[in-house]
């Protein structure tokens, strides 16, 4: 029984570094980085940030999935992997704190007025700018799960009033928690910001379509930290250019890196950043170490995904 870890980002964390972290967790395990062609009947656990054609067709006696990292829409979809074959992901903490964070620091920006004084700075101009008050202005976070709830509950210990939106009913201190496809019109046509962190599934996608888009409040801004496949791209440049959308930060896209000569780049009212709101994992490898373990116990794995509902 081994563990193939398959990576292939040079920006990212390399195999052997990943093999290093999990090696003492798994002494006597055999854990391959490389060159397994001649082990691959052994494979039990394949960790990787995608699945690269061909890999999972090899593995004949593979039972784990393990993503490392959150998103798994293209694992779970990835026709090439057996209905047997578990999906977990990772829940580590740092990543949602820094998502969390990303959505406030944008949304203190505008609310501050910053990129203004910045430029009137830049121009010698003094121009007092009455800053936007907290307990006036609505967040909607869509999405309530590991990272949505840490980003409502930033938003609700800064004063904000802040609406949630998930599939299911919670229950948030400070957090105005709807459910369900029917409340979402609503819960948009009242926030001033909507960070969305939702999951790319068959519900999600195209999410925010020109209908859609129609119900967010005049002057609203949109930030998509989640997956890029939500927005129909083209209904979002019309929302901006002629609608009722003020603004859009977007740090996911469909087409990643966001192509050179995408329209998104040089728009007044977007704001790229390319994926990099969540970005360390700290701790969150030590689970995978778990899961391996308990894929040889039989005990129920950390983090299992629901392939059918694909998140
Ligand atoms: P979770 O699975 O913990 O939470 C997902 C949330 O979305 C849940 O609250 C869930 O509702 C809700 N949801 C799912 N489908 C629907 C639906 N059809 N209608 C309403 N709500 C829905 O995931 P995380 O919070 O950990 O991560 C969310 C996403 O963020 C990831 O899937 C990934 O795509 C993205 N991500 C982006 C990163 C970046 O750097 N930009 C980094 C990490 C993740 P319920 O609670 O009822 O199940």
Known sequence: MAILID????????EQELCDLLSPHLPGVSIYCKDAAAHEDEIIMLAAVKLFPGVVKNLPNLKLVQKLGAGVDAIV?????????NVCRLKPDAPAQEIAEYCVAYVLQMQRNIQLHHDNA??????????????HTTIGVLGLGHIGGRTATS???LGFRVLGWSRSEKRIDGVECRSGEAALPGVLSECDYVASILPSTDQTR???DAGMLKNMKSGSVLINAGRGDLIVEQALLDALEQGNLA???????????????????NHHKITVTPH??????????????ENYRRLTTGEA?????DRQAGY
């Open 7 to 14: 990576i292939r980002d040079p920006s990212w964390m390399q």
């Open 206 to 208: 195209n999410l925010f």
């Open 77 to 85: 979809n990835d026709v090439d992997l057996p209905d047997s074959v």
């Open 247 to 265: 603004g859009a930060v977007l740090d996911v896209f469909r087409a990643e890196p966001l192509p050179a000569d995408h329209p998104f780049w």
């Open 122 to 135: 830049g121009r010698r101009v003094w121009k007092p700018l009455a800053p936007k008050r907290s307990p």
């Open 155 to 157: 938003f609700a210990a």
């Open 301 to 305: 794995l950390l983090h299992q995904v």
């Open 276 to 289: 990099v709101s969540g970005w360390h994992l700290d701790g969150g490898f030590e689970d995978v170490a």
